[in-house]
């Protein structure tokens, strides 16, 4: 009697092409971003430049003008305002972003979603141990420099993707999906990481009131409304009641994320008080996160975050808080190692023990030194590392100046040696396709029999 043959496991692709709806809409996001990126650029070296003239005083005097209602204890200064305020529409688009990935996007099947988030966390815990390490050597019995443990952990999505964008136009579809999706996972670590470990006091009142007008604002959406004149209203009041119980205020724009529906239901209302009908709205067109990522990205990429940038990136590079300290101290020199080193060596070995381990393998059209490119370009931590640095060590300290030109020499030395690795595997793929062009013209002119 004859054995019946085994049908081999298939194995999973670890970073396959995603669905051409998935592509088109990272293909937007991409040029968004990048947009985002050259002005996130312009505004840090705009603030660099002002920060190192004869003028550089004029530049802390604007940071420290103080604006807002101080009855409600919000005459913040422009430097708060942009960290607490302008960041949280950073976080409301990545929540958004992160929700629709997981619940419509491509990341909904888990052997997708594994990846990604994996890699994310690996991303996290590598920098941060590694930072840990680094301190405890150079700054042993120093407690207070350990609080910057997190400052390596984060990947700024718009300085990532504009380097991406512009040294890697031939580069596979599924090397820009699992960067995008890496970066809003990232920021969601990070979010939660701000919320748990650098909340210094905790009133339990006002966090409670905040579900409030949060439920409020979960209602409206869910029931299709969209008319800003009664949203804004709700998240302005649960953005200050956040505030105001000492969670960090940028938590509120992930909250507020998480409770816009991703699909459209049947007779959704538009902010006009319009019906749609059932054809319309079961879940086919714009759904509410979607319509609210496409109003705010531009927002959030054009406005919000380079303006955080102009008001925080500003440092003297010279002193002990400038370039002298980045070659002495542990709290520098462990950013510029978690960004540089911890991250991509956390990114390639958590991807690879996801493959390592289960059924999941790279597609056939990528190489394993795309995912090393891809996870040194995440070693850009700008936005997020530059708060979490204000955060731990307060803004104006010594430590804090270090952060700040810790994290843009890491930042700009990952983005520097990404742009070596994959710029050559740019040229690999531009080289694969023009051949396949050059294959497809031949086949196209052959003679048929």
């Not at 505030?243 to 205020?249: N, R």
């Not at 958590?350 to 891809?374: E, M, Q």
């Amino acid at each position: 009697m004859s054995t019946p043959r085994r049908t081999p496991l298939r194995r999973t692709p670890l970073l396959g092409p995603g669905s051409w709806t998935e592509t088109r809409r990272i293909a937007d996001i991409l040029r968004q971003e990048t947009i985002g990126g050259a002005l996130l650029l312009v505004a840090a070296l705009a603030a660099l430049v002002w920060a190192n003239s004869p003028w550089s005083a004029g530049y802390e005097t604007l940071r420290s003008v103080r604006v807002g209602p101080g009855a409600l204890h919000l005459d913040l200064s422009l430097a708060t305002w942009a960290a607490d305020g302008l960041l949280a529409i950073f976080f409301f688009v990545a929540g958004l972003e992160l929700k629709r990935e997981f619940v419509a996007g491509d990341l909904r099947d888990p052997r997708r979603a594994a990846v990604p988030v994996v890699a994310a966390v690996g991303g996290v815990v590598v920098p941060a141990l590694l930072y840990l390490l680094v301190n405890t050597l150079l700054n042993p019995g120093m407690d207070g420099a350990l609080r910057g443990w997190a400052v390596p952990t984060a990947t700024d999505i718009a300085f990532a993707l504009a380097v991406l964008a512009v040294v890697g136009r031939n580069l596979p579809s599924a090397l820009r999906t699992f960067l995008l999706t890496l970066a809003v996972v990232d920021d969601l670590l990070a979010i939660a990481i701000i919320a748990v470990f650098y909340t210094s006091h905790l009133a339990p009142l006002p966090l409670l009131a905040a579900l409030l007008p949060l439920g409020l604002f979960a209602v409206l959406v869910r029931r299709g409304v969209r008319a800003w004149w009664l949203l804004a209203p709700l998240a302005a009041v649960t953005w200050a009641l956040v505030h105001a119980s000492g969670v960090h205020a940028t938590v509120a724009g992930v909250l507020l994320a998480f409770t816009v529906p991703v699909h459209r239901t049947t007779g959704e209302a538009t902010g006009e008080g319009a019906r749609k009908s059932p054809e319309e709205g079961a879940g086919e067109g714009a759904g509410p996160a979607e319509h609210f990522e496409h109003r705010f990205r531009p927002l959030s990429a054009g406005v919000a975050v380079p303006l955080f940038a102009f008001l925080s990136a500003g440092v003297a590079l010279g002193g002990p808080g400038g370039l002298p300290g980045l070659l002495t101290d542990g709290v520098p020199l462990g950013v510029v190692a978690g960004l540089v080193a911890g991250k991509p060596l956390g990114i390639t070995a958590a991807t690879w023990l996801v493959a390592r381990f289960t059924r999941a393998d790279i597609d056939d059209g990528l190489a394993w030194v795309d995912i090393v490119g891809v996870a040194i370009l995440s070693g850009i931590g700008f936005t997020v590392s530059l708060l979490i640095g204000e955060l731990a060590f307060g803004v104006g300290s010594t430590w804090d100046g270090q952060v700040k030109v810790a994290v843009l020499t890491g930042s700009l030395g990952a983005a520097l040696l990404a742009t070596v690795i994959l710029r050559l595997r740019d040229r690999v793929y531009r080289r694969l396709a023009e051949a396949e062009d050059r294959a497809e013209a031949r086949a196209a002119a052959a003679p048929t029999g």
